[in-house]
């Protein structure tokens, strides 16, 4: 077969290795598949280069080879990983080369449901059409539709890993991570004898009624025969609800400004950086820190064109968690010096801005980064002051275990109100002690630290490792997770070609560390791809909201159950994907069950009729008591309530005595007033007993 070359990216390229995403020309190097090498032409350079193409495309069709080619197309779950060459399983969890053509998955409204397939040819197919139909049920009763714009469809792109990560279970080679949208994409090749992955996401809209959604995708081209690959999907009776978990995941706006080659401040510099933050949110990812007001001279706080993105931020995407935009060095040099008296106008006007609009409770002050000696702690304890100076209702959270390290270092008890340790230093008693006095405990997670593994997050490492920690995080009741870059890519020349991450300046390199995002610039998209690592944590934290809804259904010991078929540590959790989906699909169907119970009977949510609680709403008082007569047994018990983020606001003991009974005043376990609102009132005895109850404080 005749080839011409072009030269592109600085390399002779045959043209049939070569598509076009947008005004940016790509090549594929012939010897090593799918490395993007960029062409930063003229657009009149990358018209003619298609041109040629087009004619190199129309001699070509007299070729009967290229019409007698067809697909091979199998189904791979998203927790396996194949390779470009023949049955190359990364994960090696499932039998790829069977073919399977089945596709049969379940989901929640609101909720993502993705999948994989895979398209190989013997010879190059070259104008490939992947059309997706909408879902659609058609019952005697009902009828209704996804439609094919809630579905989309991107293009694996594979990476080349020279060197292992240190004490990395898999080996070096190819690695499909980022995804290149289809929409993207102007010409669509398959090349020979190599696979190429597309991932589908699979939206499951709020609106939508229960039931067995079918549709299929369509996979064509002029040279080959068209496939249809038939699609299932079971829409359970249930909506996620939005992300209770808090979440911490650096981002970069520097590194944004400079592979996007921005301008800071500039126009197209905030719209950029927009579309990262939304990236991440999509996914149910906070970002660390997500605007910055000015500090004026006096050290008051600038609301100027502030509100608008506070509240598209905190009330139309709902993110849970932000960071105060407040360090030890800026926007006051010495903020515990010469600059106190401004930086403290600044943080009291700053939190009187967020409660004034119901941000408040969202935020939190990071300011020293794992502090490692005594005087690390002690700037720790001073800042920790300062700030509870200002307002004891500052939450200040350190990236450091709640047991000092060094007993000469003293502690952080009193100045901290989120410990967070790395996964390998969290320790459940400690944890436990300082959740009952109020505080809270998050983990996070950096390069492959600890002499026992945990669920390490790099390149290659394996996929369930993403997925399993908000599992874990659900069986410690940990409320936070923290990640400190999601875009680091400063070690890399071009994240496209040679992996983003991190070295130790020894030699060694932990591929993928602190980037989950690809910079979108190199190939033509002002904005961040995405990658296979970040959509299994979003699926990961899907997963945390299924446990949560069961608490709020008072499933919470059926919830414990599930959660130990996968994990009982941050040490030990299960590597086969089957097992996660069986349990995955096992509480799926129980919420499902339980909705549909109380549709069809609204008292069964309290069916026993064993407890009395009034008045409901109530606005200063509630009363909460056990009825006797009703249930024989009287043995003591609890009485816990839960926000519908499924945390633990208030536990009381209900005695054995005639009385039975406590009352709730609204108070958290710190005393501070909570919002109005639904809550969950849950008496735990030998029966467990539960009902929603509303506080409307007048």
């Not at 189904?75 to 994960?91: A, T």
């Not at 709640?402 to 969290?426: A, H, R």
């Not at 979003?538 to 599930?562: K, N």
Request: aromatic residues 12%.
């Amino acid at each position: 077969m005749r080839t011409i070359d072009s030269v592109i990216g600085g390399i002779r390229c045959p043209i049939f290795e070569f598509f076009a995403i947008k005004t940016h020309s790509i090549c594929i190097n012939p010897s090593k598949p799918d490395i993007f090498l960029l062409s930063k032409k003229s657009n009149a350079f990358s018209n003619k280069i298609q041109g040629l193409a087009i004619i190199v495309a129309i001699i070509l069709l007299a070729s009967p080879i290229l019409f007698a080619q067809d697909f091979k197309v199998r189904i791979v779950d998203p927790l396996n990983r194949v390779g470009p060459i023949s049955c190359d399983q990364i994960e090696k969890n499932s039998n790829f080369c069977e073919g399977n053509m089945s596709i049969k998955i379940a989901g929640a409204r609101n909720e993502y449901e993705p999948f994989q397939f895979i398209i190989s040819a013997q010879e190059e197919i070259s104008g490939v059409r992947i059309e997706m139909t909408p879902l659609v049920i058609q019952t005697p009763s009902q009828t209704d539709t996804i439609p094919a714009e809630s579905i989309k469809i991107y293009w694996e792109h594979y990476i080349y890993l020279a060197k292992s990560t240190p004490r990395s279970s898999l080996t070096f080679g190819w690695y499909p991570d980022a995804l290149i949208p289809l929409s993207e994409i102007r010409d669509l090749t398959i090349k020979p004898n190599r696979n190429q992955p597309f991932w589908v996401d699979v939206h499951i809209p709020t609106n939508i009624k229960p039931g067995l959604y079918k549709g299929s995708i369509r996979i064509s081209a002029f040279s080959a025969t068209p496939i249809e690959l038939p699609l299932e999907l079971r829409v359970w009776n249930f909506t996620l609800p939005n992300p209770s978990l808090q979440t911490s995941f650096g981002l970069s706006y520097e590194e944004i400004s400079n592979y996007h080659h921005l301008t800071p401040g500039s126009p197209e510099y905030w719209t950029t950086i927009k579309k990262y933050n939304e990236a991440l949110i999509e996914h149910r990812l906070m970002p660390t820190c997500l605007l910055t007001p000015r500090a004026l001279p006096d050290g008051s706080f600038d609301t100027t064109n502030l509100t608008p993105l506070f509240a598209y931020y905190f009330d139309t995407l709902q993110v849970n968690a932000s960071m105060y935009a407040f360090n030890t060095t800026a926007p006051f040099a010495d903020p515990l010096g010469s600059d106190s008296v401004k930086a403290k106008r600044y943080l009291s006007t700053y939190l009187r801005y967020l409660e004034n609009h119901n941000w408040s409770e969202r935020h939190y002050a990071y300011l020293i980064d794992e502090p490692d000696d005594s005087v690390a702690y002690q700037r720790v304890r001073d800042f920790g002051e300062f700030l509870h100076q200002v307002s004891p209702k500052i939450r200040i959270l350190c990236t450091e275990p709640i047991e000092p390290q060094n007993p000469n270092w003293g502690n952080l008890y009193g100045y901290v109100d989120i410990y967070c340790p790395i996964f390998f230093q969290y320790d459940e008693t400690q944890a436990h002690w300082r959740q009952s006095l109020g505080d809270e405990v998050w983990v996070y997670t950096a390069c492959t630290q600890g002499t026992t593994p945990t669920p390490w997050w790099q390149l290659d490492m394996p996929l369930i490792n993403y997925r399993i920690v908000p599992w874990q995080l659900r069986y410690y009741d940990i409320s936070g997770l923290l990640y400190w870059s999601t875009n680091y890519w400063r070690e890399t020349p071009d994240p496209w070609v040679k992996p983003a991450g991190f070295s130790n300046g020894r030699g060694d390199f932990w591929n993928g560390e602190g980037s989950l995002l690809y910079p979108g610039y190199n190939i033509g998209i002002s904005g961040p791809v995405t990658s296979i690592r970040l959509k299994q944590l979003r699926e990961g934290i899907e997963d945390y909201e299924y446990l949560r809804l069961l608490l709020t259904l008072g499933e919470e010991r059926f919830a414990q159950e599930q959660i130990r078929r996968l994990t009982t540590s941050f040490y030990n959790w299960q590597t086969n994907p089957e097992t996660l989906y069986e349990v995955r699909k096992t509480i799926g169907e129980k919420i499902d069950a339980i909705n549909a119970l109380t549709e069809n009977d609204p008292k069964a949510f309290c069916r026993q009729s064993i407890i009395e609680i009034s008045p409901n709403p109530f606005s200063n008082k509630l009363i909460i008591k056990r009825q006797k007569g009703k249930h024989k047994s009287n043995v003591p018990g609890a009485v816990k309530i839960y926000d519908t983020a499924g945390k633990l606001i208030k536990k009381f003991l209900l005695p054995e005595s005639d009385a039975n009974w406590v009352s709730w005043d609204g108070r958290d376990k710190k005393q501070s007033y909570v919002a109005n609102g639904v809550y969950l009132v849950k008496i735990e005895s030998d029966i467990t007993v539960y009902q929603k109850v509303i506080l409307r404080r007048k």
